[in-house]
């Protein structure tokens, strides 16, 4: 099977070739097409990862471009982070496909929107498979295409509009620092070839300093890509493409790019000390920096979507602190327990037809079905035991204190208090208590919403248990098999850490129901008592109002400073030297009057002169 893994990005891209061209005729039922060409997807994407349990890492490439003696390939590899990755994106996308048949029901422009998931869908997996770094780059781009797209789907909302364009142009930002890290390792290899590119940092013919300039670089694509500070405000603004976009990008797919491209080219980074401190600090900073914006945030999806970004941070800090299967682990995990979350809201939006939680509550007698989804999800991302975010949330905290990182793994366990609290402060107000806002019809949504969520949930719990201290680390073993750069399968640290992990979770959870489940404690207590610090989070620490004031006010008075040199000075001079050849052309033509003895005379001048230079110079020129 694994000898034809091509093909797996290819049904999706059929779906997207399909409907563009057909999709008008077929209207609603080109979800069908979707689901059906996603779903064969999924199964060879499964046959390959059960392939790949027993087999060798295989890869087949041909040679794409030879420019002088260079020669550039293309084609496919299949080894342990990619097979599992395909599993993931293709899963995830099918009940992404399934859910949206009953979400985006109505929708105008339905056959358009399953195009559109096509085309991402078909972008990350390529980008999966890709075996060198020239071709991760192309569909690197494309997978932005694909959720500038979708994220403005309501192209007609001027805030859809301007959340594309955040993304496409934020993400590009990272974009550049991941193309001169490409181009500078293929002038010290001479390739962008993953194996060679580690073969050369193995055999150390590339200089400490350029390992971590490289390396450095690519996690800015990486930054970009996955949100992280200061590249991550155009995450939460992707919440205005439809909620199933949503579960598609900051789960399992766009935002996950940037942790696998880490992953990918690991043997790099832990080849340089400085790269690998970078990762963590920055991944440490990013989780906690998200999660006290989410504490306070009204919007649904806004929470969920601040704490997409610290949960990246979260894989960024297990990568950086040399917890390769950690990050790869929690990579899997949150894909399904976010996506399920992200579901759940959407079913909840489709339900009361509003994303402010302030104008939710009591919706738990009334969604049977999505509440304890809900529930189920939000006990997972808050590391609450025997679900799986518990056991990946603590390997990353056991891979930081092993590493030594002290003050980041403080950092993660204060984010990991956040995580409980908000998450529950968001169940709270949404599930529990009495209806704020008298909504005329709430009722659940239909099976194939509901369908896709109870997968997800079932995952969200059991999927934990694939590598945990208890019942052994086979996860792990597999990833790292054969590649000691990678770090040991399992990690041991001290049992203190699971019970700190579990105790900072419970007290989260146990602040967030005194407050808005009991409301024995004051919700309104941060903005009285400290009504500064609540402005800064609720305002998300003004980093937009930042931007705003210096980086985009800069290059906007670049830009009319750029105008005026075109439209003065380039423009002038090349008005000038027209107006000259226009005033040579008009002499010219006064000479051009039709008249033969004009001609003769002008003729007979020019001869005369040249017989005249030719006499003073003696019959030659020089």
Same mark, same amino acid.
């Given at each position: 099977?694994?000898?034809?893994?091509?093909?797996?990005?290819?049904?999706?891209?059929?779906?997207?070739?399909?409907?563009?061209?057909?999709?008008?005729?077929?209207?609603?039922?080109?979800?069908?097409?979707?689901?059906?060409?996603?779903?064969?997807?999924?199964?060879?994407?499964?046959?390959?990862?059960?392939?790949?349990?027993?087999?060798?890492?295989?890869?087949?490439?041909?040679?794409?471009?030879?420019?002088?003696?260079?020669?550039?390939?293309?084609?496919?590899?299949?080894?342990?982070?990619?097979?599992?990755?395909?599993?993931?994106?293709?899963?995830?996308?099918?009940?992404?496909?399934?859910?949206?048949?009953?979400?985006?029901?109505?929708?105008?422009?339905?056959?358009?929107?399953?195009?559109?998931?096509?085309?991402?869908?078909?972008?990350?997996?390529?980008?999966?498979?890709?075996?060198?770094?020239?071709?991760?780059?192309?569909?690197?781009?494309?997978?932005?295409?694909?959720?500038?797209?979708?994220?403005?789907?309501?192209?007609?909302?001027?805030?859809?509009?301007?959340?594309?364009?955040?993304?496409?142009?934020?993400?590009?930002?990272?974009?550049?620092?991941?193309?001169?890290?490409?181009?500078?390792?293929?002038?010290?290899?001479?390739?962008?070839?993953?194996?060679?590119?580690?073969?050369?940092?193995?055999?150390?013919?590339?200089?400490?300093?350029?390992?971590?300039?490289?390396?450095?670089?690519?996690?800015?694509?990486?930054?970009?890509?996955?949100?992280?500070?200061?590249?991550?405000?155009? &995450?939460?603004? =992707?919440? #205005?493409?439809?909620?199933?976009?949503? $579960?598609?990008?900051? *789960?399992? /797919?766009?935002?996950? +790019?940037?942790?696998?491209?880490?992953?990918?080219?690991?043997? &790099?980074?832990? =080849?340089? #000390?400085?790269?690998?401190?970078?990762? $963590?600090?920055?991944? *440490?900073? /990013?989780?906690?920096? +998200?999660?006290?914006?989410?504490?306070?945030?009204?919007?649904?999806?806004?929470?969920?979507?601040?704490?997409?970004?610290?949960?990246?941070?979260?894989?960024?800090?297990?990568?950086?602190?040399?917890?390769?299967?950690?990050?790869?682990?929690?990579?899997?995990?949150?894909?399904?327990?976010?996506?399920?979350?992200?579901?759940?809201?959407?079913?909840?939006?489709?339900?009361?037809?509003?994303?402010?939680?302030?104008?939710?509550?009591?919706?738990?007698?009334?969604?049977?079905?999505?509440?304890?989804?809900?529930?189920?999800?939000?006990?997972?991302?808050?590391?609450?035991?025997?679900?799986?975010?518990?056991?990946?949330?603590?390997?990353?905290?056991?891979?930081?204190?092993?590493?030594?990182?002290?003050?980041?793994?403080?950092?993660?366990?204060?984010?990991?208090?956040?995580?409980?609290?908000?998450?529950?402060?968001?169940?709270?107000?949404?599930?529990?208590?009495?209806?704020?806002?008298?909504?005329?019809?709430?009722?659940?949504?239909?099976?194939?919403?509901?369908?896709?969520?109870?997968?997800?949930?079932?995952?969200?719990?059991?999927?934990?248990?694939?590598?945990?201290?208890?019942?052994?680390?086979?996860?792990?073993?597999?990833?790292?098999?054969?590649?000691?750069?990678?770090?040991?399968?399992?990690?041991?640290?001290?049992?203190?850490?699971?019970?700190?992990?579990?105790?900072?979770?419970?007290?989260?959870?146990?602040?967030?129901?005194?407050?808005?489940?009991?409301?024995?404690?004051?919700?309104?207590?941060?903005?009285?008592?400290?009504?500064?610090?609540?402005?800064?989070?609720?305002?998300?620490?003004?980093?937009?109002?930042?931007?705003?004031?210096?980086?985009?006010?800069?290059?906007?008075?670049?830009?009319?400073?750029?105008?005026?040199?075109?439209?003065?000075?380039?423009?002038?001079?090349?008005?000038?030297?027209?107006?000259?050849?226009?005033?040579?052309?008009?002499?010219?033509?006064?000479?051009?009057?039709?008249?033969?003895?004009?001609?003769?005379?002008?003729?007979?001048?020019?001869?005369?002169?040249?017989?005249?230079?030719?006499?003073?110079?003696?019959?030659?020129?020089?």
């Amino acid at each position: 099977m694994m000898e034809n893994a091509w093909i797996i990005p290819l049904f999706p891209l059929i779906s997207f070739l399909f409907l563009l061209v057909f999709g008008k005729q077929m209207k609603e039922s080109s979800a069908y097409i979707g689901m059906l060409l996603t779903f064969t997807s999924f199964v060879y994407s499964l046959l390959v990862l059960f392939e790949r349990f027993s087999a060798p890492t295989y890869k087949a490439e041909g040679t794409w471009l030879t420019i002088g003696d260079v020669q550039l390939t293309a084609g496919f590899e299949v080894n342990q982070l990619n097979a599992l990755m395909l599993v993931i994106v293709s899963l995830v996308s099918f009940l992404v496909h399934m859910y949206s048949k009953g979400y985006m029901h109505g929708d105008e422009r339905f056959p358009v929107f399953y195009a559109y998931l096509g085309l991402f869908t078909f972008a990350m997996l390529g980008l999966v498979l890709s075996p060198n770094l020239l071709q991760t780059y192309i569909f690197w781009e494309l997978v932005g295409v694909g959720s500038f797209l979708l994220i403005g789907f309501y192209f007609y909302k001027e805030e859809a509009r301007a959340a594309a364009k955040k993304a496409f142009i934020m993400t590009r930002i990272g974009d550049v620092g991941l193309l001169i890290g490409m181009i500078l390792l293929f002038w010290q290899v001479g390739s962008f070839e993953y194996d060679e590119i580690f073969l050369a940092v193995e055999a150390e013919s590339i200089s400490a300093g350029m390992i971590t300039l490289t390396a450095i670089l690519i996690f800015v694509g990486a930054v970009g890509k996955s949100g992280q500070f200061p590249l991550h405000t155009w &995450l939460p603004d =992707a919440m #205005e493409g439809p909620t199933p976009v949503s $579960a598609l990008i900051h *789960a399992a /797919t766009m935002v996950a +790019a940037g942790v696998y491209l880490v992953a990918a080219t690991y043997p &790099l980074f832990a =080849a340089s #000390e400085t790269a690998l401190l970078t990762v $963590a600090t920055v991944g *440490a900073l /990013t989780a906690i920096f +998200a999660a006290s914006i989410g504490l306070v945030q009204k919007d649904i999806k806004r929470v969920l979507a601040y704490s997409t970004v610290s949960q990246l941070g979260y894989m960024m800090l297990a990568l950086g602190s040399a917890g390769y299967v950690a990050g790869v682990f929690h990579l899997m995990t949150h894909a399904f327990f976010k996506a399920l979350l992200f579901l759940a809201a959407g079913s909840v939006i489709h339900a009361v037809h509003t994303q402010n939680i302030e104008e939710m509550g009591g919706l738990w007698k009334k969604l049977r079905i999505t509440g304890p989804l809900f529930l189920i999800g939000t006990l997972a991302i808050s590391g609450v035991p025997l679900f799986s975010g518990f056991f990946s949330k603590d390997e990353i905290l056991v891979a930081t204190w092993e590493r030594g990182n002290y003050g980041l793994f403080w950092l993660a366990v204060i984010a990991a208090f956040f995580t409980a609290f908000y998450m529950f402060r968001l169940f709270f107000m949404v599930f529990t208590g009495e209806a704020r806002v008298e909504h005329k019809i709430v009722h659940e949504s239909p099976r194939l919403m509901t369908i896709p969520m109870i997968v997800l949930g079932v995952l969200a719990v059991g999927v934990g248990y694939v590598n945990t201290p208890w019942f052994g680390s086979f996860l792990g073993d597999w990833l790292t098999e054969d590649s000691p750069a990678l770090g040991k399968g399992h990690i041991e640290g001290p049992a203190w850490i699971m019970v700190v992990a579990t105790v900072v979770s419970l007290l989260g959870i146990l602040v967030a129901y005194l407050m808005y489940g009991k409301k024995s404690i004051r919700r309104d207590w941060l903005s009285s008592r400290a009504p500064i610090a609540y402005n800064v989070l609720y305002n998300k620490y003004y980093v937009d109002e930042f931007y705003q004031l210096t980086i985009i006010k800069a290059v906007r008075v670049f830009s009319l400073f750029l105008k005026y040199i075109d439209r003065y000075l380039v423009g002038g001079i090349v008005s000038g030297v027209t107006a000259a050849i226009q005033g040579i052309g008009k002499i010219g033509s006064k000479f051009q009057d039709g008249q033969v003895q004009t001609y003769a005379s002008v003729a007979f001048v020019g001869l005369a002169v040249v017989i005249v230079i030719l006499a003073l110079t003696g019959g030659y020129f020089g």
